[in-house]
């Protein structure tokens, strides 16, 4: 594919506007760390949640989705989707105690939780393991589809144009700090959309419109037996087990980044930069809404009209799959392209921005300054940010270079952290969960993804999947291998929880008064003279966003499919749960919000 | 404060104006049209939004 003089005049532009942008924000980010990694603690919750889904939609997202689809229908998608019953408990149980936790980074509430030296420890570890390697591998994973993008689309090596980019983003991102992110983020996922619906509309004309797309996969559902427009996998036959992890695992179980159990990572870092709880509440819930309502639909039908469009696809490895999605720019009229173009260096960019704004804030908040350097200025602080920004990004580009592939980058972080879910959400809501049950998860998890990496066919292996097989399940590694490593953690970290004392009482109280988080804390709220509650409105908000979510997802895609009386019929009701969400959210506990 | 909001503003607005333009430069078809207007009207919009967003 050549671009026109048009195209590069749009690309140009794009860059312009983005770095202008962020580099507007940098005077603002240099007063203090808490602007730099917070913005102050000032975001609306439209600007925290877009950011949110600006971060978490990168440029090998529509590739996955893109392979997903033509691999296993639209019901494939159900290997992310299943993440919104986790996004729906972080927006009920968890925003709200986020910010009013007050810390700066996610790793800090270690400082708040526990105490002793296993607490220190920990705050170390989690400060260099999220800092270093898994932020590594998630910006060698980001960068690795970037150039498999270019390389596919000008079959060049890409190599010029990847450093441009990351050299201008990790330019303005270092000077900008959260505020120049969350900024350009805005704009990012506004272009990163743009293209994304462009680009489904020029490939479904392409395609003959939605009556051809939908009679092929009729046409092929009679030869295969397989219904790739099925939102739902088709019951009858035996379950796939990577479908049943997926719904009832992994979304409480895995840490996986923009989908972690109680809120982490870069979802943490915009709640606690939110201008108060309700914002952070109301943020997440749009970052809901936006992740799983309206950004999945353009790259579907871009996936659909690709298998009319060339049908050998049906067949294809899965890497040819994914490759139809940067196939189909090449219908893209002159002009049009560049900004296609532009929309897939925004969701890079986005995603990195983002990546090494959160990595400095580890390495500065959890390991610089309480092991380093205690008492400095805050200039010295935020100088020591910008410098540490600049070495994750030169370490991240690094990494992608010796990262195999896409799906080894996020396999590896999946399976590394598999079991560690639990107690990070509980570590809220019962007293007895110490650093000692966070240490022992951490260590279980990691042992026994080894154990599984080096033995694949152990014995243990091998008698899990015989029994799931007898017991109706189509069997997978992957599936194998969360289930026990999900187990494994699970007795391991409630053993040692067991086996070792409690936190000191001291600290577990100003923790409860602090956040006033509910739940299991029996012996502190005696301490503390006055429980707090968990009632049941986070319950039934639960399942109302759930439903919500779910409705709006299904009526966008009636409506994508000129369904129109079913469509109108979804979003009715997902209004209807929207209006009995917001009573439900307004009946949390406020009381002594920030 | 609103110069806070005003860059983000500025940004969406300098996306509509050269989408309005290639709408009607390179647009083969009438679903490329409409896809591509309604896009300049909905940057146009949020810029709107975010120029007059409270601080």
Request: charged share 10%; net charge positive; proline share 4%.
């Amino acid at each position: 594919m050549k671009l026109t003089p048009a195209d590069w005049i749009f690309i140009a532009w794009y860059f312009v506007l983005s770095i202008g942008i962020g580099l507007y924000y940098s005077k603002k980010a240099g007063k203090s760390i808490s602007e730099y990694f917070l913005s102050g603690r000032s975001l609306p919750w439209w600007l925290l949640g877009t950011s949110m889904v600006a971060t978490t939609f990168s440029s090998d997202t529509p590739l996955a989705v893109t392979g997903i689809v033509i691999k296993d229908g639209v019901s494939g998608n159900w290997f992310w989707w299943n993440f919104m019953l986790g996004g729906a408990l972080t927006i009920l149980f968890f925003a709200h105690l986020w910010r009013r936790a007050g810390v700066m980074t996610e790793v800090e509430f270690i400082d708040i939780r526990y105490s002793g030296k296993p607490a220190r420890f920990l705050r170390g570890f989690k400060a260099l393991y999220l800092g270093v390697p898994v932020s590594c591998i998630t910006f060698g994973w980001v960068t690795l589809a970037m150039v498999k993008i270019i390389q596919i689309a000008f079959r060049t090596s890409g190599l010029t144009a990847m450093t441009v980019c990351l050299g201008l983003t990790i330019f303005y991102t270092t000077l900008s700090g959260l505020w120049g992110v969350v900024a350009t983020d805005m704009l990012l996922f506004g272009v990163a959309m743009l293209g994304s619906i462009v680009l489904s509309v020029v490939s479904v004309e392409k395609a003959g419109g939605i009556g051809a797309i939908v009679a092929h996969m009729k046409t092929l559902l009679a030869q295969s037996g397989h219904d790739y427009l099925s939102v739902f996998p088709s019951l009858g036959q035996a379950i796939p087990l990577a479908f049943f992890v997926a719904l009832f695992v992994q979304w409480w179980a895995v840490y996986y980044p923009g989908a972690e159990p109680g809120g982490g990572g870069w979802i943490a870092q915009r709640m606690l930069a939110a201008r108060d709880s309700k914002h952070a509440v109301k943020g997440t819930l749009w970052f809901n809404i936006a992740h799983y309502v309206i950004r999945p639909w353009p790259w579907i039908l871009t996936a659909l009209a690709a298998m009319v469009v060339f049908p050998e696809l049906v067949t294809a490895p899965v890497g040819t799959m994914e490759a139809a999605y940067p196939r189909m720019i090449g219908f893209l009229p002159a002009g049009i392209t560049g900004i296609v173009i532009a929309s897939l260096f925004a969701a890079f960019m986005s995603t990195i921005e983002s990546i090494v704004n959160l990595a400095g804030s580890y390495l500065l908040n959890d390991f610089y300054r309480p092991f380093i350097r205690k008492d400095a200025s805050e200039k010295h602080y935020v100088l020591v940010s910008r410098l540490l920004v600049i070495l994750v990004a030169l370490l991240g580009a690094g990494f992608s270079y010796v990262l195999g592939s896409v799906r080894m980058g996020w396999q590896l972080i999946m399976e590394l952290s598999g079991g560690i879910g639990l107690v990070l959400l509980l570590r809220w809501y019962w007293w007895r969960v110490s650093a000692w049950s966070e240490i022992a998860a951490l260590s279980s998890s990691g042992a026994m993804a080894v154990y599984l990496q080096r033995f694949p066919d152990s014995p243990l292996v091998k008698a899990l999947a015989a029994w799931l097989e007898k017991a109706g399940f189509k069997v997978d590694t992957w599936g194998v291998d969360i289930i026990l490593i999900v187990a494994f953690t699970t007795v391991v970290w409630l053993t040692v929880t067991f086996l070792t004392a409690p936190d000191d009482k001291g600290k577990l109280l100003s923790f409860y008064q602090k956040v006033r988080p509910g739940g299991f804390w029996g012996p502190i709220a005696r301490l503390n003279g006055r429980r707090y509650k968990l009632n049941a409105y986070p319950f039934l908000g639960w399942a109302l966003a759930l439903f919500m979510i779910l409705c709006f997802l299904l009526g966008v895609g009636k409506l994508v499919f000129m369904n129109w009386a079913q469509g109108a019929g979804y979003i009715g009701a997902g209004a209807v749960a929207a209006f009995l969400l917001s009573k439900a959210i307004n009946k949390i506990d406020w009381e002594g919000q920030p | 404060m609103k110069k806070d909001y005003l860059p983000m503003a500025l940004g969406f607005w300098g996306v509509a104006i050269p989408l309005i333009v290639f709408g009607f430069l390179f647009c083969r078809t009438t679903a490329e049209g409409v896809t591509v207007f309604l896009a300049a009207a909905v940057f146009m919009l949020v810029g709107y939004f975010i120029y007059r967003a409270k601080h």
